[in-house]
């Protein structure tokens, strides 16, 4: 193995996935290789833009940018960032990049001419993971002070690159010393007061941070200019940091402001304890700028951390509600110098007890004795809240003292509030319902103590509701008898369900209880006797190009099926509920990787001719973070189907049928597409739900909660269905908590799951009915349809390889076997271009052979049971199940779902076992045929020069571009009276949010409706 390269400067990158993309599982591997190679690395996280990868490499004065891009648009996107890094004077800055097998040979040689090195699989397959990252890294290692030297002049005159670099400098303890003479001169002219922040770790300083930024710009109306330094820990061992402040910020970039009133530097401590050695010189540089206010975030380290009081004038600790016994604050020295302190995380239990035992403390400390808890400058904040009074709270105190500091603030525009702790927070699962996973746990575990209970006893008395069972047993052996069952050409007779043959009371009791027979409770061979006559599973996803060149896909996959199954990929832009646009790094995508929608004409041209009346036609639609403004063109176009054929609209959304994915959890956990607040998505999904409760939507499933994604972003099996089910479970908890009646919503629920090459997923949907039959019939009281659960499958993508695609469909078909055999309620297999485009009509065409194959031709097929009565599947059913439910003990330490996602459990767990997986297919320890083992013959073209791409044309592009235009044009006057209507709902928290964009949705675009939703429901924080 080659030696990997040795940094002999620190090399500094920033990683990011590219615009409108949340695939980054791949960049997610890279930086955590980069950090481990000794580099420190700005991540930005998914969905950036070319200015804001661009900002982030000028003011983070690195030298290389590493960006992953896979939905398509890769030329634009990274010729423009070449351009733009150019114009600003960053030729120098590396540019790196890679999107699989997407972004093929010949883009690959295009971009290199552009100065874009592009790493493809087989790059990845012939250098290792590490092997390629040291080529970066051997790249970017070159001294920015000698190359890039700069003059006093420039930092004066407050030049974003030049402090950039001055900072580099000072950093390196570089600056010699006549320019730090003449910087600290100007910096002693400066009145800029310097404020400290620090805190524990986990408790929210960069959001809080970043809340308090965006109160102060509009505040203040961007009259002062603001800089911020964040400091994040070296590690000792390797050498590298991962600075993860900056992804935290959404204040940088505010629609409607200047970007260059806050520059933001991420620095690491390089070898010292808390405090970079040279942060003095830092402040200094940024003072001698001229920044009004400079801002230093420290991470806490123990009880001992005070270290950044003497560089500040006013500093701050951050703390959370969970510090355990009050005598523990004694230990807090941060307490005895701190100016201010908030209790972030507001939200959690204990917290007005945490506020007054602080406040008590305080007193103490500051020998204030005469003086109440409540006088005493804490704050209780919720930086997780949109828009929280807490924080609003913390920002004007600290206007003040800032103010006193000689920081010449104008009196503000923001409206003064009159409380000392967040007053409107509204959990979306009440704090006594907390433990409703530990409460499904034992409610599993009670259930199967029992069923013990049971068999013993039927060996000897009988239980009642066992001995009725046991009678009526023979009957229903009887009644299977009867259904005729299919004949092979031998002649021989295949049942449709085949029944056990136990004899023993015991083993029948365990059956039942474990099992039963599909269609039984506890539904784990299925939730239906027998499956549907004359409606295969298939599901086939598709979207490419405008509306009307999906439509004619549609037409073409559905000819010749008496259902009309259809499933919706929308593009990129369409994803993160953005309208089309010229500019570069948008243009590229628009109707790639999926169709392009954004308005309602949009979405009547996309189902045009299909009648979305009928009890055979079923849509889904995987859409996200903008859900609720899609399913509302959805619904208009259905209901205006029905208007034109003299039908009551009401009448038929009562009847139509299909499925929004909408399920923001697992967004925020695996898929990345959240646009909004986590809280305000919720609130929205809830108001989805009771919409469709109050119209008698019963037959569209208002979320598919869903595996897919979790797994593909690289989770494993079990925590897959772990994180999945647990979702699912915090949804009922939501809903409840909104007043819902479990009966009334559970049926709307629906799950989508991945199925991949390990073992376990031969028993994922047994696992996953059973365990939500058990939870919901004896938990949460309810009836049979709610116990039912029905899941679409979808076939893994990331089991599919660039190199050797051929092989691809024999991996597809050996996952769509086992969800035949599992009854699965809804299929999609993939195609074997998977790993190069989306599908062109032949592979998509041979894809969905692969399920007609297994349902019309092979033999077994005909039985509807194969699995059960298996040792092997019953074993591994029982071993999934309890590490699920060992894993909902784990979620539940944290808090449950949302609390385990504030601190990134779920993402973390993610990206390790997606790292696993990346590390053993590349070093060969997981055999991938053709792909690391079993190669082919004679070599590297294993991976074919041409392939059929589907991708949008330039005539599509400008027509959708020209479309939206004319839309928004036409309806002027209309959307900006709905607009102003659904703002005003959403700002209101008791009424329906859906309810009216249902009817904003007729005039306004999808753009339009995200832009509202910001302003009123707060932009979604990324988390690393
Ligand atoms: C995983 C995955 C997902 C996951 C992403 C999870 C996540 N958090 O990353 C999920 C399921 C969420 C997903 C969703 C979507 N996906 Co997807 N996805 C994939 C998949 C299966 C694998 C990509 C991957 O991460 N591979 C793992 C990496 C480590 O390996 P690699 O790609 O081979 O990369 C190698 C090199 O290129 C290099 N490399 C890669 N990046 C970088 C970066 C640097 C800096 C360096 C040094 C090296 C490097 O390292 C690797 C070494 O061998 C691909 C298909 C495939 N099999 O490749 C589709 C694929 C990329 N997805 C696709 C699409 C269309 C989507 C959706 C838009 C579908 C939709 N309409 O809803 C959504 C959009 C999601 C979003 N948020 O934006 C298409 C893109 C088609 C196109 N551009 O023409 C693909 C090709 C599938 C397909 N055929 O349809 N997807």
Known sequence: MSTLHVPTHPVRLVTASSLFDGHDASINIMRRIFQSQGCEVIHLGHNRSVQEVVDAALEEAVQGVAVSSYQGGHVEYFEYLVELLRAAGAGHVRVVGGGGGVIVHDEITRLRESGVTIFSPEDGQRLGLPGMVNTVVADCDTDLWDLHPVSVDQVLAGERSAVARAITGAELGRLDDDMRAQLRAAAERSHAPVLGLTGTGGSGKSSLTDEILRRFRPDQQDKLRVAVVAVDPTRRKGGGALLGDRIRMNSLDLPGHDRDRVYFRSLATRGAHEIPDHLEDVITVLKAAGFDLVVVETPGIGQGDAAIVPFVDTSMYVMTPEFGAASQLEKIDMLDFADVVAINKFERRGAADALRDVGRQLVRNREAFGKQPSDMPVFGTSAATFNDDGVTALYQHLRGLLAEQGLPVAEGALAPVDVKHSSGIRAVVPQERVRYLAEVVETVRGYHARTQELVEQARRTLDPEVGTQLEQWPSVVEEYAAVPGRESLSGNRVPKVSLPRYADHGELVRFWRNDNLPGRFPFTAGVFPFKREGEDPARMFAGEGDPARTNRRFKLLSEGNEATRLSTAFDSVTLYGRDPDERPDIYGKVGTSGVSVATLEDMKQLYDGFDLLAPTTSVSMTINGPAPTVLAFFLNTVMDQARERGIDPLKALQTVRGTVQADILKEDQGQNTCLFSTEFSLRMMADIQEWFIQHGVRNF????????????????????????????????????????????????????????????????????????????????????????????????????????????????????????????????????????????????RR???????????????????????????????????????????????????????????????????????EHCKHDGSLPIIGVNTFLKPGGDDATPEHVELARATEAEKESQLRRVRDFTRDHEQEATEALARLKEAAASPDENVFAVLVDAARVCSLGQVTEAFFEVGGQYRRNV
């Open 701 to 844: 499933y208002s979320v598919s909660i869903s595996g897919y994604h979790i797994a593909e972003a690289g989770a494993n099996p079990i925590s897959q269905l772990a994180f999945t089910l647990a979702n699912g479970f915090t949804y009922v908890e939501a809903y409840l908590a909104r007043g819902m009646d479990i009966d009334d919503f559970a049926p709307n629920l629906s799950f989508f799951f991945s199925n991949g090459m390990d073992p376990e997923y031969s028993v994922i949907g047994r696992v996953a009915r059973r365990i939500w039959a058990v939870a919901m019939k004896e938990k949460y009281g309810a009836g049979e349809r709610s116990q039912k659960l029905k899941y679409h499958v979808q076939t893994s993508g990331r089991s599919l390889h660039a190199q050797e695609m051929d092989f691809n469909d024999i991996r597809t078909t050996l996952q769509a076997l086992i969800a035949i055999y599992d009854n699965a309620n809804s299929l999609h297999t993939n195609a074997y271009d998977e790993a190069v485009t989306t599908p062109s009509a032949e592979s998509v």
């Open 847 to 917: 894809a969905l052979a692969i399920q007609l194959i297994i349902n019309r031709e092979w033999g077994l097929a005909m039985n509807e049971n194969p699995l059960q009565g298996s040792f092997i599947i019953d074993e591994l059913t029982d071993l999934v199940e309890e590490a699920v439910l060992r894993e909902f003990e784990a979620i539940n330490e944290r808090g449950g779902v949302l609390g385990a996602m504030e601190t990134g459990y779920q993402r973390g767990r993610i990206q390790d076992e997606s790292m696993l997986y």
